[in-house]
């Protein structure tokens, strides 16, 4: 089954950072631009942030822009989304997608390939 992988997220304090990878199966990581989402409890899924394909150009939401950063690494079929300066509003489940679009959409419903999620938890 063509999916991602996840690890990472958890649980830190207002202020702190975390990590999350995201390991490609089943599908050719180097075709499809990436995603990264969010859905926070009772809330819809939101775009975070999105890499091209060749990890050359990024985008990322005002919620997020300047304190998360995502990268690939191709070879590896890996995705490293990095958060820091945590905010308690930025608690949610996390998500990597993969998309066949360029540039990266930021609806979801363009992804194809999905991750089972990570938990996010910013709490003092």
């Known amino acids: 089954q063509a999916r991602f992988v996840e690890s990472g997220g958890g649980l830190v304090q207002p202020g702190g950072s975390l990590r999350h990878s995201c390991a490609a199966s089943?599908?050719?990581?180097?075709?499809?631009?990436i995603g990264w989402f969010r859905q926070a409890a009772g809330k819809e899924r939101e775009f975070v942030a999105g890499v091209s394909w060749n990890g050359v150009a990024s985008d990322y939401s005002d919620a997020v822009r300047g304190r998360f950063t995502i990268s690939r690494d191709n070879a590896k079929k890996t995705v490293s989304p990095r958060m820091s300066r945590l905010k308690p509003e930025d608690t949610a489940v996390y998500y990597c997608a993969a998309s066949a679009a360029h540039p990266p959409p930021t609806s979801p419903r363009w992804y194809g390939y999905w991750g089972q999620g990570t938990q996010v938890t910013v709490s003092s």
């Open positions: 089943g599908f050719r990581l180097a075709l499809h631009t």
